[in-house]
């Protein structure tokens, strides 16, 4: 038996995971850390702390299983996107890791639009050049060049998390094509660093990365590197890729019929293409495409930027005794939220939730829209409310899928991973909202490791094509096929929301 190790950096901790070659998770162990705000439109990790959390993880999570160090022949890695760190010659960090919601670079992507249009900007990048959401490492990077001159002067280099792990195991500063163009300064047709933007941005490409496909056996694990976390000298690295795609393809998605949907903090969407179509009404509608983690296809990618975050932020602020419930039971408090949800008609008697409480995502995408409940009365308590939250997030799906369609993009089925994965009155509920059936792969909570693990094996070659190792590796175990007289019921429910939608989403703040 073969065993890897996909290691997964997320925004607020990080999960280690050891795999064999059919797929079976032999231990994880995951480790928190702080997301800080130093001020409101700030958002920041510390390298060191996530570096050192990291080595915790993966010596956590060899100690927790039966096999040894030696055991393990690869590592490759899924990581959040955008956040980077400046590193010196000698790899030190050199300031805090801007993550995805900092929005300190407004002024910088206005000024960029003064010298190429957005519109080109998705042509070359795939990635929808916004002001008023500065989600790129591009702008951030201008960001220090402009107000810590002296943190840009000393930076040897400029690397996301995928890079900087590689370069602390290998002592080799590189990336791949999925990570490398979250930065949106990738030309996604050619696979190279833009020359264009690199031009226009005044920036030298030595300060970034090799780039190279997922994939991509790129070194062995060096003498420094195995005595920080654990593992063997000699152990081989891979690139891995961008948390989403990664999830996707762990879920066992090769091409295009399937949606993945992950629902965690952040409810995230994406389909494989086959071709790289790039229309402007995805960039308009906030959309971004990436090279997939396979060669030659795609990855087209929305979201609602509070999914998850919607209910816990129910749980948080009223289901006080819910919890009371949940701790006297040692149930999950969201268990029993659902259930309460569950004894609702369809439509929770008028009530509508619009879960926009960090701005609305795809299709419609705009940082200044509020969440609201619309609808509500004396007839109103908290189940119907519960309720609407997870009727909304299904009405968001649907919408995402209706779009995606349009753009001519074949959909069957949808491949549910995440935390809401769990929950099979929340997926039946999409199923019937949808009118697609909802497909569960045996590794829900992990998809993203084992999409870094399938990589690690094809990089090191127990596995000749993506094809073989997902029929390997990912197996469906849950089916929810939508029900026809639900299904009726909610088509005019879901017209109803989206008319009150249009409304809402004039209301901005």
């Given at each position: 038996m073969v065993f890897v190790m996909g290691v997964d950096i997320g925004t607020t901790g990080v999960k280690a995971t050891i795999i064999d070659e059919i797929g079976?998770?032999?231990?994880?162990?995951?480790?928190?850390?702080?997301?800080?705000?130093?001020?409101?439109?700030?958002?920041?990790?510390?390298?060191?702390?996530?570096?050192?959390?990291?080595?915790?993880?993966?010596?956590?999570?060899?100690?927790?299983?039966?096999?040894?160090?030696?055991?393990?022949?690869?590592?490759?890695?899924?990581?959040?996107?955008?956040?980077?760190i400046p590193i010196d010659h000698e790899g030190n960090p050199l300031y805090w890791s801007m993550t995805t919601f900092d929005a300190r670079a407004v002024k910088q992507v206005k000024e960029w639009m003064k010298l190429i249009s957005p519109e080109e900007m998705f042509r070359i990048t795939g990635q929808p050049l916004s002001?008023?959401?500065?989600?790129?490492?591009?702008?951030?990077?201008?960001?220090?060049?402009?107000?810590?001159?002296?943190?840009?002067?000393?930076?040897?280099k400029f690397l996301c998390w995928e890079e900087y792990f590689n370069y602390k195991l290998t002592g080799k500063c590189v990336t791949d094509y999925t990570i490398a163009s979250r930065t949106m300064l990738l030309d996604i047709k050619n696979k190279n660093w833009s020359h264009t933007i690199l031009e226009l941005a005044e920036l030298s490409e030595?300060?970034?990365?090799?780039v190279v496909p997922s994939g991509t056996l790129i070194g062995e694990v060096n003498e420094e590197g195995a005595r920080e976390v654990g593992l063997s000298k000699g152990t081989?690295?891979?690139?891995?890729?961008?948390?989403?795609?990664?999830?996707?393809?762990?879920?066992?998605?090769?091409?295009e019929g399937v949606l993945?949907?992950?629902?965690?903090?952040?409810?995230?969407?994406?389909?494989?293409?086959?071709?790289?179509?790039?229309?402007?009404?995805?960039?308009?509608?906030?959309?971004?495409?990436?090279?997939?983690?396979?060669?030659?296809?795609?990855?087209?990618?929305?979201?609602?930027?509070?999914?998850?975050?919607?209910?816990?932020?129910?749980?948080?602020?009223?289901?006080f005794e819910e919890k009371r419930i949940a701790e006297t039971k040692g149930r999950s408090v969201y268990d029993i939220m659902i259930e309460e949800a569950s004894t609702v008609p369809p439509g929770?008697?008028?009530?509508?939730?619009?879960?926009?409480?960090?701005?609305?995502?795809?299709?419609?995408?705009n940082r200044d829209v509020r969440g609201c409940f619309i609808g509500l009365t004396l007839a109103h308590g908290k189940k119907e409310m519960i309720k609407s939250i997870l009727e909304?997030?299904?009405?968001?799906?649907?919408?995402?899928?209706?779009?995606?369609?349009?753009?001519?993009?074949?959909?069957?089925?949808?491949?549910?991973?995440?935390?809401?994965?769990?929950?099979?009155?929340?997926?039946?509920?999409?199923?019937?909202v949808t009118g697609l059936r909802i497909t569960v792969p045996s590794a829900r909570m992990e998809t993203t490791s084992v999409g870094a693990g399938i990589l690690a094996f094809l990089g090191i070659g127990v596995y000749s094509s993506a094809k073989e190792a997902i029929n390997s590796m990912c197996r469906i175990v849950e089916t929810y096929k939508p029900r026809e007289e639900l299904g009726k019921q909610y088509v005019d429910i879901y017209k109803r929301y989206l008319q009150i939608a249009k409304i809402v989403r004039k209301i901005v703040f």
């Open positions: 079976r998770i032999h231990s994880t162990s995951y480790r928190e850390y702080k997301l800080y705000h130093r001020e409101p439109h700030l958002s920041e990790l510390d390298p060191k702390e996530v570096w050192t959390s990291i080595k915790e993880a993966v010596r956590s999570c060899i100690k927790k299983s039966s096999i040894g160090p030696r055991e393990i022949e690869a590592v490759s890695t899924a990581v959040l996107g955008e956040a980077f002001p008023k959401i500065p989600i790129y490492t591009l702008h951030k990077i201008l960001w220090i060049r402009e107000n810590e001159p002296e943190i840009y002067s000393r930076t040897w030595n300060l970034l990365p090799e081989l690295v891979v690139t891995g890729g961008h948390d989403q795609p990664l999830g996707a393809l762990g879920s066992g998605i090769l091409e993945m949907d992950a629902t965690g903090t952040v409810e995230c969407y994406g389909v494989v293409e086959d071709e790289l179509i790039l229309k402007d009404d995805m960039r308009k509608q906030g959309y971004a495409l990436h090279p997939y983690a396979l060669k030659n296809k795609y990855f087209l990618f929305g979201f609602t930027p509070t999914g998850g975050a919607a209910l816990r932020w129910y749980r948080d602020n009223f289901a929770a008697l008028g009530l509508f939730f619009y879960p926009y409480l960090e701005g609305s995502g795809t299709p419609e995408w909304s997030l299904a009405f968001e799906l649907r919408a995402n899928i209706e779009v995606m369609k349009d753009y001519g993009i074949r959909i069957d089925e949808v491949r549910a991973i995440g935390g809401g994965a769990k929950s099979p009155y929340w997926l039946q509920l999409k199923a019937d």
